[in-house]
């Protein structure tokens, strides 16, 4: 387990209250040229409950990358509280660095409700996320390419039911699968799960886009970013529990790719939807 891993991410996604509907977040001390997109729609919905009746949970949030996040200096969140309803509040999150947006959310929060129920259901031959290889076994033959990046702690342990090694040039089905959690323990809130799995739900969503297209797209052969983000929160769950990531991809044009997710918990609930379109632009020309 990486509880170390778990409880930084836990410090990062805990903002600084700055002013009524205000906050910071910083990032992590680690060489990246940019925000990691999970990091920012994580904090971004702290931010917005923060300002919501604990009687209430996420039920949703839909989010735009306006612009590449610098992780060097914090970032500040705004919080618009549109909503407050007998049933539903919303509230509408905008990121700002240096004087400009980089990312905005808006996010619905739902009082319980009975209702009717129903739910799509996983495929039972699936093999348990402990039968398949975590991060460090499946990368071990390219452990001195990826340096630093292979011994480095990580909060979300992620185990590929369709991995396919690194060097592949043959297109793959539009579809991959992969066990998720938080690899350590989390506190009981459940909206701090919906904010850990906001964070992980963007880690591996567009690289499906990819899969049937073959080749790896390395040494900046690629451009990839993501655009836009929506999740439904369907049912209660634990990030610190195997996930099941249900991904494929129904559309690529246009320089740009679509994903879809349905995660489901190890005994077949499914408890969140996600849909995800990004850039996936090729730097050499298609075939060249």
Known sequence: MEQQAVDELLELLDLEDIEV????????????????GGQVAGQALVAAARTVDR????????????????????ILYEVDRLRDGRSF???RVVAIQHGRPIF?????FHVAEEGFDHQDTPDPSVPPADELPDFRSRWAPWKDVLGDWYDRPRPIDTRYVDWTPPDRKEP???????????DGRLPDDPLLHACV???ASDMTLLDTTL??????????????????????????????????????????????????????????????SVVQEGLIRPVRPIGG
């Not at 509907?21 to 990691?36: D, L, Y």
């Not at 539009?174 to 959690?181: A, D, E, G, L």
């Not at 790896?216 to 990531?245: C, I, K, N």
């Open 21 to 36: 509907n205000v906050f910071r977040g910083v990032s992590p001390k680690v060489e990246t040229q940019r925000v990691f």
């Open 55 to 74: 009687d209430r949970s996420v039920n949703s949030l839909h989010a735009y990358f306006l612009r590449p996040g610098d992780p060097s200096v914090p």
């Open 89 to 91: 509040t919303n509230r």
């Open 104 to 108: 905005n959310l808006t996010a619905s």
């Open 172 to 182: 793959l089905p539009p579809h991959q699968r992969v066990w998720i959690r938080a």
């Open 197 to 199: 799995l906001t964070y």
């Open 211 to 272: 899969l049937p297209h073959g080749g790896t797209y390395v040494d900046g052969q690629l451009q990839m970013a993501s655009l836009d983000h929506a999740m439904w929160f369907h049912r209660p769950f634990r990030a610190d529990e195997w996930l099941l990531y249900d991904q494929d991809t129904p559309s690529a044009s246009d320089a740009r790719g679509l994903a879809r997710g349905l995660i489901f918990t190890s005994d077949g609930d499914l408890v969140v």
